[in-house]
């Protein structure tokens, strides 16, 4: 099936009489005949429902359409972006190991790395979206577990090289994990490329109408975890009984572990209702991420036009630094987002932003709603003045969101706006 297709059918195909659409199956918990039938899920030797905070029938056909949608084996659901990527590194981190990150990645997930893994006692080695192979390396310790990088950097709109990143953590045994949140599997799927492991912060395009927070973690089935330096995925489980998530598990090891003992200690798991909404977004998130192209391409253009606009970063654009890198990642497009850098400082940006009147100041991005937001003083504000540099973000840049209105309105707006500046 194509992309436009698995959005629609993907995870729930109903039987003979049973509902059209994916049903909510708001339900802690789930009855069964007999004590040993409970006792054979919890041994992880039968498969079933038994308790929603690590499985749920409508969460679960949520996570095999994004799992189908990304070409992997299996995926997991959490109750946001920052969750789905916290697991998708404590399922290979323990304390005094360490990974490598691209610095440019979005500002919460740079604290959870740099602040909040750092006092679990997991060290986060950054280096530069652009680093050489050389300088990749030289960031890989004895003790590094995954390297992590983000395909479209929020905000900073840097393209990840997945194959580079990926070249070096497969010559050092290690998974690449890739944030695919702002190009979602309709622009790019990474797995294509070499990622191993891609999270998802779904509350931006996936859901695509602000209505809920959630991530997820899809696991390709593809990364050797066999290759001796993983025994937590190779030796027996003693919280379950000795199972070996390799050999028991095959491809689906890490994706399983993931739920089965993250989930089950840590309990970030969404509910049916959510899965049913995220579900709606999906449906038509092929349909809407190639509008959300069309009008942000539409809009770059004008922008470069404008005499109060020093730079704008749309990696689509001609012309844009990662021109090239997009054209082989992102060849659709690359999302409904830029970043701009309006001339007279930080002053002319918030102008610029009160100034919008179609375009919302809000703290959220990939939404059907053109929005903007001012990383500097709002998502990015805990990061210091090396940070933000190392981010890629300049103290005038404004994110610009653009949804899913008619193009000429949106420009019309900021047109008017960008007067209003002066
Ligand atoms: C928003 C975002 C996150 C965090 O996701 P939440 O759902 O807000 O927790 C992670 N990564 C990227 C790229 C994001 O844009």
């Not at 056909?61 to 969750?83: N, P, R, Y």
């Not at 004008?302 to 689509?316: K, Q």
């Not at 059907?368 to 210091?384: D, F, G, K, W």
């Amino acid at each position: 099936m194509k992309m436009e297709t698995k959005c629609i059918h993907s995870g729930y195909e109903p039987k003979n009489g049973e509902p059209r659409a994916l049903p909510i199956y708001q339900s802690t918990t789930f009855k069964y005949d007999k004590t040993a039938d409970i006792g054979a899920l919890f041994d992880l030797s039968a498969s079933g429902y038994f308790y929603s905070r690590i499985g749920n029938p409508t969460v679960d056909a949520v996570e095999k359409k994004i799992a189908d949608m990304e070409g992997g084996v299996g995926a997991l659901c959490t109750t946001s972006g920052q969750a789905a990527n916290l697991l998708a590194v404590l399922n290979l981190c323990s304390a005094g190991d360490s990974i490598v990150a691209v610095s440019e990645i979005y500002g919460g997930t740079i604290n959870l790395f740099a602040v909040t893994l750092k006092r679990l006692g997991i060290e986060c080695h950054f280096v530069r979206n652009d680093a050489d192979e050389e300088e990749i390396q030289a960031a890989v310790k004895p003790n590094t577990r995954l390297i992590f990088g983000e395909t479209l950097a929020n905000p900073a709109m840097c393209v990840f090289d997945i194959e580079k990143f990926a070249g070096v953590a497969h010559k050092n045994g290690l998974p690449l994990i890739i944030d695919n949140t702002f190009a979602t599997p309709v622009l790019c799927r990474p797995i294509e490329f070499g990622a191993d492991i891609v999270t998802h912060s779904t509350t931006k395009y996936m859901d695509g109408h602000a209505l809920q927070v959630g991530g997820v973690i899809v696991d390709s089935g593809k990364f050797p975890w066999d290759n001796g330096k993983f025994p937590e995925l190779t030796a027996p489980d003693e919280s379950y009984h000795g199972v070996e998530y390799v050999r028991d598990f095959g491809a689906a090891a890490y994706i399983t572990k993931a739920r089965v003992q993250l989930m089950r200690d840590f309990g970030v798991y969404p509910g049916a209702i959510n899965a049913f909404l995220l579900n709606l977004g999906l449906e038509t998130l092929a349909v809407r991420m190639e509008r959300y192209c069309s009008n942000a391409e539409t809009v770059a253009k004008y922008l470069l036009t404008s005499d109060m606009v020093e730079s704008v970063s749309y990696p689509s654009l001609p012309g844009d630094k990662y021109y090239a890198l997009a054209q082989k990642y992102l060849p659709k497009g690359s999302s409904g987002v830029m970043s701009l850098v309006i001339k007279g400082g930080k002053d002319a940006a918030v102008k610029f932003m009160d100034s919008l009147k179609l375009a919302s100041n809000e703290v959220h991005v990939a939404d059907i709603r053109t929005c903007v937001l001012h990383p500097a003083s709002e998502t990015h504000r805990q990061l210091n003045d090396e940070q933000l540099t190392a981010a890629g973000i300049h103290p005038s840049m404004v994110r610009l969101s653009v949804g899913l209105e008619n193009v000429d309105d949106i420009i019309a707006d900021v047109e008017q706006a960008l007067k209003a500046a002066k």
